[in-house]
């Protein structure tokens, strides 16, 4: 069993009286920096100018370029995307990085895959929330947490573990449970899970869904409804209950119906693929592909995503979606705010 660290056994004093770096302010970025500060630490942002730059002065941010983040802070946490990592690491990073500092990720793949060799004088570890950023924040400004992996690869301090553990509650995951493991399983783990289940199994599952039944002749509407609005309310209860809370409240007979049809979708032969799609991410051939990809300027990545973006289940969910004001309500009442602002 593995073992789970929660708010009552962790000190959050080992990283009261330090400087912590939150290097890009975008999904995890924002919410790791404005957690932290909510939860009394002593943050700088360190980004370029631009969006982001502004979001975070916006936000009542401390906000300096990465250089001078990274070189006033004692521990540096690095939320850039993980493909522009070493670029802005070597760069920018490394040159004030001096002994003492921790360097930290919210993903192992840099270091794991041999991208970003840190100096030995330094602690490394990271601290991996299990969820989206944006929900990184709005559960903590809640009262709850995402649950995080933390991950000691250099402890130089003695202190890593300790700082690692409070930089988790202070981001609000200890409230969820802080599960230690090591920079291999967390990278991992971490790819094959968004590869084949989270986003890469779950979107393609949602498409095959919907084009199956929009092609056999029934309206989009009721495919989108049916194939993906209604999946988030089945995995809420998922979340709630386990397996068996989501089947007390469906109907025997969508349960009769999940037990008979259930693997005749997801049979050995998937299971065989998942195992081949773990083999390419442990012998590093999806990180050098990905890494290849950024390389030659994205033509696959940009094309897909544009593609993907003219799918039909998008447009028509697009449409359905403006007439439900409490889907994404946050997001709304941001875009009335700006309206309002530019109104002004
Ligand atoms: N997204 C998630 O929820 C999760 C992410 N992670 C990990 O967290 C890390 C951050 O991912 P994520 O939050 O998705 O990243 P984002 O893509 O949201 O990060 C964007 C931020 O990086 C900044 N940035 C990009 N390029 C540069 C640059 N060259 N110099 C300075 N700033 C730059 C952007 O600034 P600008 O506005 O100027 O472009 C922006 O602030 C990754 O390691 C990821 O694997 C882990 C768990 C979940
Ligand atoms: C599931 C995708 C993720 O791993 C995450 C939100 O945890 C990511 O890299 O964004
Ligand atoms: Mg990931
Ligand atoms: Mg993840």
């Not at 903590?140 to 573990?161: H, I, M, N």
């Not at 979340?239 to 969508?254: F, V």
């Amino acid at each position: 069993m593995a073992k789970m660290y929660y708010n009552d056994n962790i000190n959050e004093g080992v990283l009261q009286d330090k400087k912590v770096a939150i290097i890009g302010y975008g999904s995890q970025g924002h919410a790791h920096a404005q957690n932290l500060k909510d939860s009394g630490f002593d943050v700088v942002v360190g980004v370029r100018p631009g969006k982001s730059f502004d979001a975070a002065k916006e936000d009542g941010l401390q906000v300096a370029t990465v250089k001078e983040a990274a070189e006033q802070a004692d521990l540096v946490m690095v939320l850039l995307p993980d493909e522009r990592q070493k670029k802005v690491y070597e760069e920018e990073i490394e040159p004030v990085l001096t002994e003492g500092k921790s360097l930290v990720f919210a993903h192992g793949f840099n270091v794991h895959f041999g991208e970003i060799k840190p100096p030995a004088n330094v602690d490394v570890f990271l601290v991996a929330p299990k969820g989206p950023g944006h929900l990184v924040r709005r559960t903590y400004e809640a009262g709850a947490g995402v649950p995080a992996l933390f991950a000691v690869y250099q402890d130089a301090s003695g202190q890593a573990k300790d700082v690692a553990l409070a930089y988790a509650k202070g981001i609000g995951s200890a409230r969820a449970g802080v599960l230690e493991t090591t920079f291999k399983e967390e990278t991992e783990t971490d790819l094959f899970g968004e590869q084949a289940v989270l986003c890469g199994g779950t979107t393609a599952l949602v498409k095959a869904g919907y084009e199956t039944l929009v092609e056999a002749g029934y309206q989009p509407e009721l495919a989108y409804f049916e194939t993906l609005h209604e999946l988030k309310l089945i995995v809420d209860l998922m979340y709630e209950g386990g397996l068996s809370g989501m089947r007390y409240s469906i109907s025997d007979t969508a349960q009769w119906g999940d037990y008979v049809a259930g693997d005749r979708i997801i049979d050995a032969g998937t299971k065989d693929r998942m195992k081949e799609l773990l083999a390419e991410i442990q012998s590093g051939e999806f990180a050098k592909g990905w890494i290849k990809e950024n390389a030659e300027g994205r033509p696959n990545f940009n094309a897909i995503t544009e593609k993907e973006e003219q799918h039909s289940i998008e447009k028509v969910g697009e449409k359905l979606r403006d007439m439900m004001p409490f889907v994404n309500a946050s997001k709304k009442q941001q875009e009335k705010e700006v309206v309002a602002s530019a109104k002004n």
